[in-house]
């Protein structure tokens, strides 16, 4: 069936939006995602990431605006849509009662594959993500990393030319996550368009040609994610005072010597500011030093997610104070 | 077999007929995970299999000689129908967990992505409880038979009895599945069951016959569904009612009151159900 015909697998959405009651979940959310490129969605928690899934996916309505997937509006041809996609979400979507081979067969008979090829195709799989060890057993005994790898061979059981994936490797060990991380590239390697969400800068960083970053339901900045750090990103400097009475005069020095303004966190007394490669620590010791300032810590550190964000947004609130929405990004749904 | 080959057998969406082919094929396969459910929690079963056999042995041998049945006739003739007519009514609690298991697990978000028939899952998992609710039967009527139990009337009249017990448990399975969607959890299921169930099937004639209860109670367990239920069985199956000469209507017309009952069940359940549904699965 047109196996000849360049296939379509690219994903666009304009001015989409989500109200669940009077909460905007996602809003004016745009995007343009090319047939076998990967993209990033990074934010944090009630960030609207799932929301945004769920409406590619044909999982939710969306209240205003418009998205396609493959070719097909996900509102107006959802059937067509659902032939072309895999989904893993954050929570387990595969039955924890059944084998994982009984799991992978399941949903190739609701692909309407024919018994035998999807028996053949479940097995194929279970080697590829190794798990042919593990068929037989009950998914409720696998163990976090395993029932990860089984939930990702639930969503390629039909090859699908548009791959979801919703934080595919939150909630796993450093090693199970590199191990999905390779699995991923051969994938992409293979021409499949992928949309994967992540609260992990260096997540996007290692898989995704593009980055779009959420904020509070709406697109904060698109790019690359070298273009991402290189405008936002980058070194800090982070000096922890003892006392908070400190933290005006640490702002002071280290606005002095490194390379943007200080953020000044009076919970953790902490006082972060953007380092360039000419910022030498032992500057910054002699500052802090001159202003009279007894630092209890002084050290550099990577730009993380939420560097991005202040950048981006200001004060980090939303790093503290997430909307805890029910539909969206849902606590109960990070398993491991 | 590579990717591309698995593409090239994946089926278009069929439209007309071929569209019920899949309704059909996607509910057997569901129904068939529900069952492969069983043989992993075999406690599952419990409730449609071991609790009426142990009912139907318990009430025979230790009311069987103190309960004496006004209208004459033997107690185990008349206790069966209201042993059939409790289990069906509990038969809700099982769509209902099970329901409401699914619905508060991702799977359902994996079944909703794929592209298969979309009553399919509603339906496949009717059938399996349904399933669950003849087998139920069987395990009564046969356990039943061993204890001294009989049906009494002409094949055409027995064959209607089973048609009521089987309407009665296709309406608590609705009402089952209804509570499902509603509730959070599946252990609120078990709560609201225990709490509407147990009395209702107790105020009853389901074990005694109503003429004995005080006043209020029996009136309440006149005009009480499982009361209609258990006196249509019985009368279908040629049993002993205890229903003396102007008894309230629904016990004097008990088969009649009983499918209309039914109908009421279903006529609320189902469209309460298929909304609700539509309103926890989209959005």
Known sequence: ???????????????????YGDHWALRDFDLEVPTGSVLGLLGHNGAGKTTAIRILTTLAAPTEGSATVAGFDVAGEPGEVRQRIGLTSQAATVDGLLSGAANLEMIGRLYHLP??????????????????????????????????????AASLVASPPVLFLDEPTTGLDPESRNELWDLLRQLVGGGTTLILTTQYLEEADRLADDVVLLDHGRGAATGSPTELKARHGGERVVVTVTVDSELPAAATALERVAAGAPEVDAEELLVTAPASESTRLIEVVRALEEAGVDAHDVRRREATLDDVFFSLT???????????????????EVTA | MNAESITATLPTTPAGPARLRWLVSDAAVLARRQFAHIRQIPEKLFDVTLQPLMFVLLFSFVFGNVIHVPGGGDYKEYLIGGILV???????????????????????????????????????????????????VAIMVLTGLVVGWGISSPPLEALAGFGLLFLLAISMIWLGTLVGVIVRTPDAVQGIA??????????????????????????????????????????????????????AWPLEHSVLASVLWCG????????????????????
């Not at chain 2, 016959?209 to 209020?216: F, I, K, W």
């Not at chain 2, 239920?229 to 009612?241: E, M, Q, S």
């Open chain 2, 194 to 247: 225990f709490v509407a169930i147990f009395p209702l099937t107790f105020v009853a004639n389901t074990f005694v016959p109503v003429s004995g209860l005080p006043d209020g109670l029996r009136q309440f367990a006149e005009y009480n569904p499982v009361s209609a239920w258990a006196a249509g069985v019985r009368t279908l199956f040629g049993n002993p009612t205890a229903i003396p000469d102007g008894s």
């Open chain 2, 86 to 136: 409790q289990t069906l009514a509990f038969g809700m609690m099982g769509p209902g967990i099970s329901m409401a298991t699914d619905l508060g697990e991702g799977i359902i978000d994996r079944f909703r992505s794929l592209p298969m028939s979309r009553p399919a899952f509603l339906l496949g998992h009717l059938t399996a409880e349904f399933s669950a609710s003849v087998l139920a």
């Open chain 2, 264 to 283: 009421v069940v279903l006529a609320v359940t189902v469209p309460l159900t298929l909304r609700a549904y539509r309103r926890r699965t989209t959005g």
């Open chain 1, 1 to 19: 069936m047109n196996s000849n015909l360049p296939t379509d697998a690219s994903v666009a959405a304009s001015g989409l939006g989500k109200r």
């Open chain 1, 115 to 152: 018994a035998k090829v999807a028996r053949a195709r479940a097995a194929e799989l279970l080697a590829e993500l190794r798990l042919e060890d593990a068929d037989d057993r009950l998914v409720r005994d696998y163990s976090g990393g395993m029932r990860r790898r089984l939930d990702l």
């Open chain 1, 314 to 332: 200001g004060p980090r609130a939303g790093a503290t104070a997430q909307p805890a929405k029910a539909k969206d990004d849902d606590p109960e």
